[in-house]
Structures are given as structure tokens and as C-alpha cells.
């Protein structure tokens, strides 16, 4: 239940509607009781088993007083306009009665759903905090179709398990208790033998709830693994295809889908058990209740015919909320288990925030500086030891081959992930003592995948300055060489590219994150291999765009194609995580070393 109540703490924006709700609720309560409690003095009198009040007896907050004032209303129909009439008037208070009852049914469901709504509105808005806040880090852990999946399957589950139980367990109760309170004031002893009974179903409900939710943790795990691979197929379906892997790929995700049934077969064996067992339990129930009520009239004891019919009428209005609890804490047990994955991401550690006392920094003067700098993402060090010095304007080159560490250097600048030994610092200021936001207001990124949004070209370029005019996004895609193209669009400025941008092709998307960067007017630019994706014609424009944006800006490239950084102030050579080499390209041509040897091979497969 812990989930179900971390649930609720998003609600306490709507405490008003919660209260509100429960007020509704306790009025038509009160209204469906009253119409069927009129329901024994009216038999009683009818039927001549209940002596007619002549006298009008003086009015008090008490049961007899009510009973007797009730009586002497419905004799004096009786007595000035006949049986007939006096039964149709009576007929008109029980629909009366029962028009108010669901007046007031109505009201306590209007405010239940801007309760719940806004509930679920709380907990996605939090969920998709958190997902931004986390960094790069966890999702090298995770799956993305899981994560996915949490935001959707399980919310989903959260809504229509839990906010239903909710209603079920706002209302019901209150239901319950008024009709326990009336049978207690009909009947205490035949109350009392119900109230022992009532436990022993509740202890066979629990008892298969608790195997209900270890099911539904592991069906939600399952839909999360299924998301995945449907992601992972359709991001890789040109591979997939190009290696006739359709077969295996089809294979691996019918093996997920068939293990989803069968643990979905045994969720809802669980959850369909538990209408016909609280059905049978009640049968046991009200088969004792009308055993032992009888045994009370015969005996001549407590109980006559007509007060025993009404304390049953009223004994079958438990019934249906006693089996809509019970279905409740089934939906509980099973929401549990999404509440549980929602909450795994909302408990996630931020291993990257600010620190306490964190400073701004507006501007970037001398050097950014990485002082014995080691990180490892688990096993290994991807970096051993880096000490670089880049000096304020200056381009800085870092070439290797795959895995030497280069990216790995690139996503230490801006913290996607913090050193595990030594630091990195901006004119003198350790970086992780900078605020996040200052620090990433200084650099502007440019990765080899070029990360558009399904929105206008306006809008992708505007990212990281919401606030500018299109005269400046004009001019940030005039140096980005993309002003061209973009004139041609259908909408120009305003056109829609598509999901990820995919409306155009590889070098003009690049030229689209180039503008971006220029708009944002950072002092450090990180490139991390922006052309290497690109045919010749693209490329060319996209390096011009580069030269463009990187005058009078600290730089640092990660390159692939050599001849790109040729002009770079300084080439980093990096191997296994180390810097070997260092300097110009004349000087690393002088050495005759790695750098050399990469050339030689770039110039040899060209």
C-alpha cells in the first residue's frame, strides 16, 4: 500500500476536490439510507403489524422519536385520504429521495475526476522532471522502451488501477460505515454476528492480492523488455533487413510477447478470481444473516418480520461496496506494481547537481584546463591521467581511434558525467563548483548525430534561446550556410521537419544544429565528429559553417577525417585513453609518429 499512498501525495494540490468529494459522498449516503429505512414503518402500518400513531408525539434527535413521528405522518394519510394514497405519496418521498442520492452521486464523481486528473496530471509532470534531470549516465543502464513504457503502460495502469480504487475506497467506506451504524441501532446482536463473519472473507482476499502483485510486477517488467524490442527494431530496421535478420529479429520478439502471456494469463486468472470469491464469500454470509434473523423471530426475541425485511434491505447495500472494496485492493495490488517502476525513476539519484554554494560564471577569459583527469564508466579507465591546457580562442583538435577517449573528454566538459579523479577548470574555477546552467550556457554542442524535433525550423534553431527574433535566426543560418535551403521550403522558416528532422536530408540537418549553436553565441564550441556522416558536397558546406562559427570561439573537435583539423592551434593524439602526441600538424608530421602513421593510412584509403 506504501505506493498507493506516495501516489496520493500528488493529490494534495486537489485536497479541496478530496474534500469536497467525500461531502458529496456522505450526503447521498444519507439519502440512500433514509429511503430505505422508510421502507419498515411504511410495511409495519400497511400490513397491520405495527400499531398507527394518532397522537403527535414531540420531535427529538433519537431513533423512536423519528420512528414515531414517522408513523404519525403516514397514519394520518392513512386515515383522511385511504391506503392507496398515503402508499403513493410515500412512493413519491423513496424517489424523491433517490433523485437527491444521485444529485449528490453526481457531484462527489465531478470532483473525484479533477482529483483524479490532476493526480496523474502531477506525477507525469514530475516523471518527465526527473527524466530530463537524470543524467546521460542512467540511461547507459537502461533500455530506453522501458523507460518509455513506464511513462506510458504503467501510468496508464496507475490511472485505472489506483485512481479507480480511489473512488471505490473514498466512497464505499462511508456507505459501509452509515449502514453498519443503522443495522446496529435495528439489531445489535445480528450486527455483531455479522461484523465476525466480515473478517474472515477480507483474510482470503489479501491472501491472493499478495500473489496478485508479484504477478503484475513481473508483466509490467515483461512490457517494458517488449517495448524495447520494438524500439530497437525499428530504429535497426535498414540493418535488419540488409542482413536478412528478419527471421531471428521476429523469433526474439515472439519469445518476449509468448512469456507476456503467459504472465499476463496468470495476472487476470488472479484478478477474475476475485469477483466470484467475494460472491461466494457474501453467499455465505447473507445464507448465516437470514439463518440467524430468523432464529431471532421465531425465538420472538428481538426481531419482527417487517424490521427484519428492512435491516435485510438494508444489509444487501454493504454487499455491492463490500465487493467493490475488495475489487479495489485488487486494483491496488496490481497498480502497486507500476506505482513501484514510476517510483524506481522518480528515487533515482541525480549524481549530477549543483553543489552547495555553486557560483555563476558569465564569461570565459583564459583557459579551460583538465588537471590529472581519470574516468571510468564501471570497468576500466576510458581516461588515465589527462592533463590538457586550452587556451581562451584557440581550436583544439582530439583524434585517435575508436574508443581512445575522445568523446569520453568532450562529455566531461559540459558534466554529462563528472571526473573520477582530478578536475577539470574554467579560468581557474573547478567546474563542479560552477551551476549546471551557467556552465552549459557557455558551450555549444554539435554531435555527429544531428538531434532535431518534430517542430518548425524556427523552433529547432531557437532551442537554446526561446527568446530570439527571426531577424537573428536568419543571420545565426546565413553563417550556418543553411539560409539557402531553408528559403526553398514550402514554409520556409516555418516548416515542420518531421520526427527527428527526418523531412530533410544529412547535411542540412547538420547545418540546422550548426545555426543553433551560432544563436546560442556560446564561448566554447565542442564539435564531436560533425561531418563524419556526410558526402563530399555536404560536407564541404558543413565545414565552411564550422570555419564560420568557430572565429574568435575556444574550440574543441573530435574528428574522424583527418583533414578537417588540419588548421586546428593544437592536435590532440590520444590511444587507450591517454594523450601521446600534442601540437601542430607540421609538428606531429615532424615526429613521425601515431599521428603520422594516421595519416599516411587516411591519405592511403582515400
Request: hydrophobic share 45%; glycine share 8%; with cysteine.
Amino acid at each position: 500500500m506504501k505506493y498507493f499512498f506516495r501516489i496520493l501525495s500528488f493529490a494534495r494540490a486537489y485536497s479541496i476536490h478530496a474534500l469536497l468529494n467525500i461531502v458529496f459522498n456522505v450526503l447521498a449516503t444519507i439519502f440512500s439510507l433514509f429511503s430505505v429505512a422508510l421502507i419498515i414503518p411504511i410495511l409495519g402500518i400497511l400490513f397491520g403489524t405495527q400499531e398507527r400513531v394518532y397522537e403527535k408525539p414531540e420531535f427529538a434527535l433519537n431513533k423512536d422519536a423519528v420512528v414515531d413521528n414517522f408513523s404519525y405522518f403516514i397514519t394520518q394519510l392513512i386515515e383522511n385520504h385511504g391506503e392507496r394514497y398515503a402508499l403513493l405519496v410515500i412512493c413519491g418521498i423513496l424517489v424523491g429521495a433517490y433523485f437527491f442520492k444521485n444529485v449528490f452521486r453526481y457531484g462527489a464523481l465531478f470532483f473525484l475526476a479533477k482529483l483524479r486528473n490532476g493526480t496523474i496530471r502531477n506525477v507525469r509532470n514530475a516523471l518527465h522532471k526527473k527524466v530530463l534531470e537524470l543524467p546521460l549516465g542512467y540511461y547507459g543502464e537502461k533500455r530506453k522502451g522501458d523507460i518509455m513504457a513506464r511513462m506510458s503502460g504503467d501510468m496508464t495502469e496507475i490511472e485505472w488501477s489506483l485512481l479507480t480504487a480511489l473512488e471505490a475506497l473514498i466512497k464505499q467506506p462511508i456507505m459501509i460505515i452509515a449502514s453498519i451504524a443503522l443495522l446496529f441501532t435495528i439489531s445489535p446482536s445480528l450486527t455483531l454476528f455479522i461484523l465476525v463473519l466480515l473478517p474472515v472473507s477480507a483474510i482470503v482476499i489479501s491472501t491472493i492480492g499478495r500473489s496478485l502483485r508479484k504477478k503484475s510486477d513481473k508483466a509490467q517488467n515483461l512490457a517494458g523488455h517488449l517495448l524495447s524490442v520494438i524500439e530497437e527494431s525499428l530504429a535497426g530496421l535498414r540493418v535488419i533487413k540488409s542482413f536478412n535478420a528478419e527471421r531471428s529479429t521476429q523469433k526474439r520478439f515472439e519469445d518476449v510477447n509468448n512469456e507476456l502471456r503467459k504472465n499476463m494469463n496468470g495476472v487476470l486468472h488472479r484478478k477474475d478470481m476475485a469477483s466470484p470469491i467475494s460472491e461466494f464469500l457474501g453467499s455465505i454470509v447473507i445464507a448465516s444473516v437470514i439463518y440467524y434473523g430468523s432464529s431471532l423471530i421465531l425465538g420472538g426475541n428481538e426481531l419482527k418480520p417487517e424490521v427484519f425485511f428492512g435491516y435485510l434491505f438494508i444489509f444487501f447495500q454493504i454487499i455491492s461496496p463490500a465487493k467493490t472494496i475488495s475489487s479495489a485492493f485488487y486494483n491496488i495490488q496490481k497498480g502497486n506494481a507500476s506505482s513501484k517502476r514510476i517510483f524506481d525513476i522518480l528515487d533515482s539519484p541525480v549524481a549530477i547537481r549543483d553543489a552547495e554554494n555553486a557560483q555563476e560564471i558569465e564569461t570565459f577569459q583564459k583557459s579551460i584546463q583538465f588537471k590529472g583527469v581519470s574516468f571510468s564508466y564501471g570497468e576500466g579507465l576510458a581516461l588515465d591521467h589527462i592533463n590538457l591546457d586550452i587556451p581562451q580562442g584557440k581550436s583544439v583538435a582530439l583524434v585517435g581511434q575508436s574508443g581512445s577517449g575522445k568523446t569520453t573528454m568532450a562529455n566531461l566538459l559540459p558534466r554529462f558525467y563528472d571526473v573520477t579523479q582530478g578536475s577539470i577548470e574554467i579560468d581557474g574555477i573547478d567546474i563542479r563548483s560552477v551551476k549546471l546552467k551557467s556552465l552549459r550556457n557557455t558551450m555549444g554542442i554539435v554531435t555527429q548525430e544531428s538531434i532535431l524535433f518534430n517542430d518548425t525550423i524556427a523552433n529547432n534553431i531557437k532551442l537554446g534561446k526561446p527568446g530570439a527574433t527571426p531577424e537573428e535566426v536568419r543571420r545565426a543560418a546565413e553563417i550556418a550556410n543553411a539560409h539557402e535551403f531553408i528559403e526553398l521550403l514550402p514554409d520556409g522558416y516555418d516548416t515542420n521537419i518531421g520526427d527527428g528532422g527526418n523531412r530533410l536530408s544529412g547535411g542540412q540537418k547538420q547545418r540546422i544544429s550548426i545555426a543553433r549553436a551560432v544563436l546560442k553565441n556560446p564561448p566554447i564550441l565542442i564539435l564531436d565528429e560533425a561531418t563524419s556522416a556526410l558526402d563530399t558536397e555536404s560536407e564541404r558546406l558543413v565545414q565552411e559553417a564550422l570555419e564560420n562559427v568557430m572565429r574568435n570561439r575556444t574550440s574543441v573537435v573530435i574528428a574522424h577525417r583527418l583533414s578537417t583539423i588540419q588548421n586546428a592551434d593544437i592536435i590532440v593524439v590520444m590511444q587507450n585513453g591517454t594523450i601521446k602526441e600534442k601540437g601542430t600538424h607540421e609538428e606531429l608530421l615532424e615526429k613521425s609518429g601515431i599521428y603520422a602513421h594516421l595519416i599516411e593510412l587516411q591519405s592511403f584509403n582515400g
